[in-house]
């Protein structure tokens, strides 16, 4: 099937009326989470997991992708007009709108994040379908010592990645891979670690250790104090930016499209870091990098642009190798796997109308969501408003709901609440959730990878060396690592002097 | 927090030689046929030795002065405590009191934990209810999920 005949196929599945109507409840969802700061995507996606269960699987992961992306285009109003962003990939964005919104500019800022969301979404989907054919014709020559390297480097470069510190985000992988080893050994058979509990046979399920992680362990971080929250009184106008926003802003959205898509791509990559490489550039390229910092509207231009098209280049990895790169995409991966669909190369040989499908109601999302983004604006700030005393107990009610109508069992409530507990103290030191999460969902893969690898090549290591793709993603982790090491022992130096 | 650092460490060593110890004698292999310990024993070594490292940095800032940010601010622990120990009854009472009647005492508690007023508490008990019997609505009539009915037996 040629790529004009699989896209029209794949418009064909997202215009079915039941896939329009998931998708803009994806778009809604994912705005309403990104504009609500307290809880993101991943502990969304964790809570509506469960639900998806009675919707086809076409359906369920177009709604799952729709909060993701959604999520990106809501974090930047909360960024720009209550400077707290509601994403981790918003961060960026409150530097610079934020100033503008103090300037009386919130209106533009919010257009130009809108525009180039929708500018960068767009591009991104043409990428996905340029790339997704050839890398998954490639992905079908990888075997066991390929894909263990990958993900290996996958890990590697989202503990390197990790803003605290390197150390604790190895221990958090450490973890994850321990916990994904609960259960029955899928080669020999055997029970490992299990406690002789029962239920934990088939393993701890994703959904308990998400909703803790990222939603009960958030809750009860915010609730230490009481959060006050000020919407800066501005008259929101003027939506549409001026000739001369767009003239200053249309390169930065390029720049952040083609920056985004390529670091949303890299294993452990992502939206928070494509946001923040973008601004860098921008203010790096600017002619009055001064201006940055004091309502510039590249600095918005530019990193919203780069977290939305970042957002949709993590789909390739997981789509064409079957790998996910990030938190988002794990749970994406879960999603796929519950619907009996396992994601890689042969996901767009033999279910065509599912990958296309998904891949062309991004495109329908993005329509949505400017919709949804630029006339609803004022709702959105509306429920800026709704305390938090108010959505805590509602998010903690469809946490508890979710988690036990999975297997409707008491003790993955009791897991969540574990895992939240564990996530809540480990935030206090510093080690970062996600590299645990990520570890637990490549865990099984990397475990039988390795396992088949060794076997092939009668115990000898060497085999990860002298197949060139797996040399290629062991050097870069050594380099990696190197890198990390070499740049504390700096850090540390400059302190004694 | 150079406290709380240690004794996560400990807990890590400990959980690393325990399961260094299961995964040997779940039976490692060798490196030609990997055993069902094989992964565990390795992950859980490197898990061993990342913790001393921690624990060893610790211990160095420690002695260097450097770790002076305080371990825990009490106050601040009171609301998440008193949520935990809320969600933790759930847990055990989900099943015999069933999902209307402990989903009720939870809401009532939470909105008690997170604003508490206490003029405000027939308020929160009219939230408790109608939250409750609407998120039952949604979550087991329209979504078809199957939740606990409990000794009552209310909510079929």
Redesign the interface.
């Known amino acids: 099937m040629g790529v004009l005949e699989s896209i029209i196929l794949g418009f064909q599945v997202s215009f079915q009326p039941i896939n329009l109507l998931y998708c803009f409840m994806g778009a809604l969802i994912g705005t309403l989470i990104g504009v609500l700061p307290g809880i993101g995507p991943v502990g969304a996606m964790a809570m509506l997991l469960?639900?998806t269960f009675?919707a086809p699987p076409v359906s369920s992961i177009i709604m799952l992708a729709g909060i993701y992306y959604g999520a990106q285009y809501g974090g930047s109003t909360t960024s720009i007009l209550v400077n707290i962003p509601g994403e981790a990939s918003t961060v960026v964005t409150c530097l610079d709108g934020y100033q503008m919104a103090r300037q009386g500019r919130a209106g533009p800022a919010l257009g130009i994040a809108a525009f180039g969301s929708f500018i960068a979404g767009t591009l991104g989907v043409v990428g996905l379908m340029m790339f997704a054919f050839p890398l998954a014709r490639a992905a079908l020559k990888f075997g066991p010592p390929e894909y263990f390297s990958l993900m290996v480097l996958g890990l590697i470069l989202l503990t390197y990645l990790a803003q605290k510190s390197l150390?604790?985000a190895?221990?958090m992988a450490?973890?994850g891979?321990?916990l994904s080893?609960i259960g029955l050994?899928m080669?020999?058979g055997?029970v490992?670690?299990t406690l002789n509990i029962t239920e934990l046979l088939e393993g701890v399920g994703i959904i308990p250790i998400v909703m803790g992680l990222f939603g009960?362990a958030e809750?009860?971080?915010n609730?230490?104090?009481t959060i006050t929250r000020s919407i800066f009184k501005t008259h929101v106008k003027g939506l549409f930016p001026t000739i001369k926003d767009w003239v200053n802003s249309i390169w930065a959205i390029l720049r952040g499209t083609v920056l985004g898509f390529f670091l949303g791509i890299l294993p452990g990559g992502g939206a928070v870091l494509a946001s923040f490489t973008s601004y860098a550039v921008e203010k790096r390229l600017a002619k009055q990098p001064e201006r940055f910092g004091k309502g510039a509207i590249e600095g918005v231009a530019g990193p919203e642009s780069a977290n939305n098209a970042a957002s949709i280049g993590a789909f390739i990895p997981l789509m064409t190798l079957g790998i996910p790169s990030n938190v988002i995409m794990a749970m994406l991966f879960a999603g796929l796997l519950i619907h009996g669909l396992t994601p890689g190369p042969l996901l767009i040989k033999e279910h065509p109308d599912i990958f296309w499908g998904i891949v062309t109601s991004m495109y329908v999302g993005n329509v949505m969501l400017l919709i949804l983004n630029l006339p609803l604006i004022g709702m959105w700030v509306q429920l800026l408003k709704i305390p938090?005393?108010v959505l805590?107990?509602?998010i903690?009610?469809f946490c508890?709901?979710g988690v036990?109508?999975v297997n409707?069992s008491?003790l993955d409530?009791?897991l969540m609440?574990i895992f939240?507990?564990f996530g809540?103290?480990?935030r206090?030191?510093d080690?970062e959730p996600a590299p645990l999460v990520l570890a637990y969902v490549l865990g099984p893969m990397?475990?039988q990878a390795?396992?088949q690898s060794?076997?092939m090549s009668?115990?000898?290591?060497t085999i990860f060396l002298f197949r060139p793709i797996s040399t290629v993603c062991l050097a870069i982790c050594v380099f990696l690592l190197m890198m990390s090491i070499l740049t504390n022992i700096r850090k540390r130096s400059l302190k004694v002097i | 927090m150079g406290q709380l650092n240690q004794i996560i460490s400990i807990c890590l060593i400990a959980l690393s030689i325990i399961i260094c110890w299961t995964s040997a004698k779940l039976g490692i292999g060798e490196f030609r046929n990997p055993g069902t310990g094989f992964m565990p024993f390795f992950t859980s070594s490197l898990l061993f030795f990342l913790s001393i490292g921690l624990l060893l940095k610790s211990f160095i800032k420690k002695v260097e002065g450097e770790d002076k940010k305080p371990l825990i601010v009490r106050e601040k622990l009171q609301k998440p405590i008193s949520l935990v120990i809320g969600l933790i009854g759930y847990t055990f009472l989900l099943n015999f009191f069933g999902y209307l009647v402990t989903t009720f005492l939870l809401i009532f508690l939470m909105f008690f934990i997170f604003d508490p007023i206490l003029k405000n508490c027939w308020k929160y008990l009219i939230i408790g209810a109608v939250a409750s019997n609407l998120s039952f609505l949604i979550f087991c009539k329209w979504l078809q999920v199957q939740l606990p009915i409990g000794v009552f037996r209310i909510g079929f």
């Open positions: 469960p639900i009675h150390i604790k190895i221990i450490t973890l891979l321990l080893y050994d080669v020999s055997q490992r670690f009960i809750i009860l971080e609730i230490e104090v938090f005393r805590f107990p509602m903690i009610l508890l709901v036990y109508s409707n008491v409530i009791g609440i939240g507990v809540y103290i480990m206090k030191c080690y990397l475990e390795m396992r060794l076997k009668d115990g000898s290591f």
